[in-house]
């Protein structure tokens, strides 16, 4: 059976979304985390998380760190893909608004799948927070992704490599252009790819009703998203590591908590 991740975003247990980041952590004073008592009800009743019983994983301070943290686990045979991803987030983390996907599907997929784990980092092409899902499916790491979202959400697919239905199940499928400059496709995609990479099964499920009823998790990771989350959000982390096994957090975490 496949292993089952928890993926979480602090951004998530807010009251509404910062869909774009600022410079610094967001000030909004209308912007407030759910209280304690809220986030463990929802961490133990809809996700099935167990203090007595505390789940490997990480505490990142960016989304994207969870990519090189799974990269190591696959590179020291602590963690076999593909595995499922339970994504609870405010955000898609999918490549919308970026240049990553047209990088994703010249450049990288040109490449063998052992050897797209190590792609460009940064920049408006590159792995980051709000694309490192896409870079793990073109990966071939997931066998199938859902998409827990949050309520106040902006619709944020690619259209090109995600197809939903009306009832939020579909696919992620990457096509593949071969090995040209990305952005010639900022002038015009080609009508159709030289190949299709394996499809993903992806559905979507609003906050407020998912329960997961599909078995335990194996991993659990939370994102502090500091640029999504104001400095109050923080307080939340402590909840969150009383699921977690120790070692927890990530260093770079705990260099940025004022931030």
């Known amino acids: 059976m496949a292993v089952r991740i928890l993926d979480i975003d602090l951004d998530f247990f807010l009251n509404k979304v910062q869909f774009w980041p600022g410079f610094g952590r967001p000030v909004d004073p209308a912007l407030r985390p759910w209280s304690p008592e809220a986030v463990r009800d929802f961490l133990e009743n809809r996700c099935g998380l167990r203090r007595d019983r505390p ?5 990142v301070d960016e989304h994207h760190e969870i990519f090189f943290d799974w990269r190591r686990r696959i590179q020291e045979g602590l963690l076999q893909p593909p595995f499922e991803v339970v994504h609870i987030d405010a955000h898609a983390d999918l490549g919308f608004g970026d240049a990553s996907v047209p990088y994703v599907v010249t450049e990288l997929l040109s490449l063998p799948p052992a050897k797209r784990a190590f792609p460009r980092v940064g920049g408006r092409e590159g792995l980051g927070p709000g694309n490192y899902l896409l870079f793990a499916i073109a990966c071939r790491w997931i066998s199938r992704l859902t ?4 309520p106040g959400r902006y619709p944020d697919l690619p259209e090109r490599i995600v ?7 579909g696919c992620v499928q990457l096509p593949w252009y071969g090995p040209r400059p990305p952005e010639a496709l900022q002038q015009r995609w080609p009508d159709e790819p030289l190949a299709w990479e394996p499809s993903v099964p992806y559905r979507e499920v609003p906050g407020p009703t998912y329960r997961n009823t599909e078995g335990p998790f194996d991993l659990l990771y939370i994102a502090r998203s500091p640029a999504y989350t104001p400095a ?14 120790s070692p927890t957090v990530c260093a770079s975490v705990l260099s940025g908590r004022a931030a």
């Open 55 to 59: 789940l490997p994983g990480l505490i």
């Open 147 to 150: 998409y827990v979202y949050h």
């Open 163 to 169: 197809q939903l239905d009306a009832r939020g199940e």
């Open 232 to 245: 109050e959000a923080d307080r939340l982390l402590e909840i969150f590591s009383a699921y977690l096994q």
